[in-house]
C-alpha cells in the first residue's frame, strides 16, 4: 500500500518559518519526482516545489523562490519542504506528490502526479 503522510504544518505568524515533512512508503521513490502541491480553502490545487526524479534539479513555483527549500532524505524516506518568511498567502492546506514518470513538461499540473498524500494545514497568521 503506497501512503504519502505529512507532517509538520501549524499557525505560524508571519515572516516565521515551517518545515513539513512528508514520510514515503509502500513503494521505491529514490527516482520519482517528489514534491509539494497546495490547495487554500477556495483556490485550485497550485504547485509549489519538486525534487525532478531522483537528481537534485528542483523547480518551484514563482510566489516562493528564495523563501521554500525542498530537499529528500533517501536513507529515511522523507521529503521535506522548509519554508521561511511566511506570509498570509501562503496560508493552504500542503499536499506532499509524487510519480515515477512524470515528464519535466508536466510538473506543475496536479494531475500528472499519481501519488498524492492527505495534506497538513498550513495557516500564517499574526
Known amino acids: 500500500q503506497v501512503q504519502l503522510v505529512e507532517s509538520g504544518g501549524g499557525l505560524v505568524q508571519p515572516g516565521g518559518s515551517l518545515r513539513l515533512s512528508c514520510a514515503l512508503s509502500g513503494r521505491t521513490f529514490n527516482r520519482d519526482t517528489v514534491g509539494w502541491f497546495r490547495q487554500a480553502d477556495a483556490g485550485d490545487r497550485e504547485f509549489v516545489a519538486v525534487?525532478?526524479?531522483?537528481?537534485?534539479?528542483?523547480y518551484y513555483t514563482d510566489s516562493v523562490k528564495g523563501r521554500f527549500a525542498i530537499s529528500r532524505d533517501n536513507a529515511k524516506n522523507t521529503v521535506y519542504l522548509q519554508m521561511n518568511r511566511l506570509t498570509p498567502e501562503d496560508t493552504a492546506r500542503y499536499y506532499c506528490?509524487?510519480?515515477?514518470?512524470?515528464?519535466?513538461?508536466?510538473?506543475?499540473?496536479?494531475?500528472?502526479?499519481?501519488?498524492w498524500g492527505q495534506g497538513t494545514q498550513v495557516t500564517v497568521s499574526s
Open positions: 525534487m525532478f526524479r531522483g537528481s537534485s534539479n528542483t
Open positions: 506528490v509524487a510519480d515515477s514518470r512524470i515528464i519535466l513538461s508536466s510538473l506543475r499540473r496536479p494531475e500528472a502526479y499519481s501519488y
